[in-house]
C-alpha cells in the first residue's frame, strides 16, 4: 500500500468518506488544485468533486480561492490532525453521554459465564473485580508471576477500603511480591499450590473471587513463540448458576482454612 493510500485509509477510519479522504490527500500533494486537478490527482469523479470539497472546507480542512476556475488548498497538516481529532473526540464524547442517558435495566447485563481470550482483559477483569469488591477478597495464584503490577496495587487498594483481602501463594519466597502493609490483608503460604497438574496442556493461572460474588479463573499455555505464555480466562458475575455456586462452596472451604491459620497466627 502506498504511502497516499494508507493516508486515505487513515482518514477514512477517523470518520472522512472515501471522496474527502482522497482529495484531501490530493490537496497535501499539491500547492493548490483546480476541481479538475483534483479529480485527476484523487481519482474521483470531477462531477464528486466540488460538493467533496465543501464539505472539507465547513470541516475546516480546506481553503477555497475565489479564482476562475477556483482552486483549492488544504490547511497545514498538523491543523487539519487537530481539527480530526476534535471532531473525533467531539463524536466519542456525543456517544458517551448518549450511552449514559440510556435506562439502564435493574439487573446485571453480566450475569452468567464469560470467557476472556486476550491476556490485556484478563487482567482488566481482575482489576475490575477488586476495584468493586466490598467486603472481602480471595485471590490464589499458583503462577505468581501472572500477577502484574496493576492487580497488586488493586488487591492494596481492596484492603485500604477495609475490605479483607486474603491471599495464596506457593511458597515463602512467592510472599515478596505481596508483602503490604496492612492489617485487612493476609497472605498465606498453601504449598498444594506448587503441584497443579497440566490438563489439556494448560496450567492453572489466577484465581479470585470477591464478595461471594465476582469470579475470575485463568489458565495458562505456552505459545508457540518462544517464552511467550498465553492467558485465557472464564468469568462469572452473580449467583445463579451451577458454575458460579460451586466454585463459591470450594473456595468458601479454601476461605475457611486460610481463616484459622490468619486466627493462629
Given at each position: 500500500?502506498?504511502?497516499?493510500?494508507?493516508?486515505?485509509?487513515?482518514?477514512?477510519e477517523?470518520?472522512?468518506?472515501?471522496?474527502?479522504?482522497?482529495?484531501?490527500?490530493?490537496?497535501?500533494?499539491?500547492?493548490?488544485?483546480?476541481?479538475?486537478?483534483?479529480?485527476?490527482?484523487?481519482?474521483?469523479?470531477?462531477?464528486?468533486?466540488?460538493?467533496?470539497?465543501?464539505?472539507?472546507?465547513?470541516?475546516?480542512?480546506?481553503?477555497?480561492?475565489?479564482?476562475?476556475?477556483?482552486?483549492?488548498?488544504?490547511?497545514?497538516?498538523?491543523?487539519?490532525?487537530?481539527?480530526?481529532?476534535?471532531?473525533?473526540?467531539?463524536?466519542?464524547?456525543?456517544?458517551?453521554?448518549?450511552?449514559?442517558?440510556?435506562?439502564?435495566?435493574?439487573?446485571?447485563?453480566d450475569?452468567?459465564?464469560w470467557?476472556?481470550?486476550?491476556?490485556?482483559?484478563?487482567?482488566?477483569?481482575?482489576?475490575?473485580?477488586?476495584?468493586?469488591?466490598?467486603?472481602?477478597?480471595?485471590?490464589?495464584?499458583?503462577?505468581?508471576?501472572?500477577?502484574?503490577?496493576?492487580?497488586?496495587?488493586?488487591?492494596?487498594?481492596?484492603?485500604?477500603?477495609?475490605?479483607?483481602?486474603?491471599?495464596?501463594?506457593?511458597?515463602e519466597?512467592?510472599?515478596?511480591?505481596?508483602?503490604?502493609?496492612?492489617?485487612?490483608?493476609?497472605?498465606?503460604?498453601?504449598?498444594?499450590?506448587?503441584?497443579?497438574?497440566?490438563?489439556?496442556?494448560?496450567?492453572?493461572?489466577q484465581?479470585?473471587?470477591?464478595?461471594?460474588?465476582?469470579?475470575?479463573?485463568?489458565?495458562?499455555?505456552?505459545s508457540?513463540?518462544?517464552?511467550?505464555?498465553?492467558?485465557?480466562?472464564?468469568?462469572?458475575?452473580?449467583?445463579?448458576?451451577?458454575?458460579?455456586?460451586?466454585?463459591?462452596?470450594?473456595?468458601?472451604?479454601r476461605?475457611?482454612?486460610?481463616?484459622?491459620?490468619?486466627?493462629?497466627?
Open positions: 500500500m502506498s504511502d497516499a493510500e494508507e493516508a486515505v485509509s487513515a482518514l477514512y477517523l470518520g472522512l468518506t472515501e471522496y474527502e479522504a482522497r482529495c484531501f490527500v490530493a490537496l497535501t500533494r499539491l500547492s493548490s488544485g483546480t476541481a479538475k486537478e483534483i479529480s485527476q490527482v484523487a481519482d474521483v469523479p470531477r462531477s464528486r468533486v466540488y460538493d467533496t470539497i465543501e464539505r472539507l472546507e465547513r470541516r475546516g480542512l480546506v481553503n477555497v480561492q475565489q479564482t476562475d476556475p477556483r482552486e483549492y488548498n488544504a490547511v497545514e497538516i498538523d491543523t487539519a490532525c487537530r481539527r480530526i481529532r476534535e471532531d473525533y473526540d467531539s463524536r466519542i464524547n456525543a456517544a458517551e453521554n448518549a450511552l449514559e442517558n440510556l435506562e439502564r435495566p435493574e439487573s446485571k447485563a450475569e452468567g459465564m470467557a476472556i481470550t486476550q491476556q490485556e482483559y484478563v487482567t482488566e477483569r481482575i482489576v475490575t473485580f477488586l476495584d468493586d469488591a466490598e467486603e472481602i477478597v480471595h485471590y490464589i495464584a499458583p503462577a505468581t508471576e501472572m500477577a502484574r503490577q496493576e492487580i497488586i496495587e488493586g488487591l492494596a487498594n481492596a484492603a485500604e477500603r477495609g475490605a479483607s483481602v486474603y491471599i495464596e501463594v506457593p511458597t519466597d512467592d510472599r515478596d511480591a505481596f508483602e503490604i502493609d496492612d492489617p485487612n490483608m493476609t497472605i498465606v503460604v498453601s504449598p498444594d499450590l506448587q503441584s497443579t497438574e497440566e490438563v489439556y496442556a494448560e496450567f492453572p493461572g484465581l479470585l473471587m470477591t464478595d461471594n460474588r465476582e469470579i475470575i479463573a485463568t489458565g495458562l499455555k505456552q508457540d513463540l518462544p517464552g511467550v505464555t498465553n492467558e485465557m480466562a472464564v468469568w462469572s458475575y452473580g449467583r445463579d448458576h451451577g458454575f458460579a455456586v460451586w466454585m463459591r462452596e470450594l473456595l468458601n472451604d476461605l475457611e482454612r486460610v481463616s484459622s491459620f490468619d486466627a493462629d497466627s
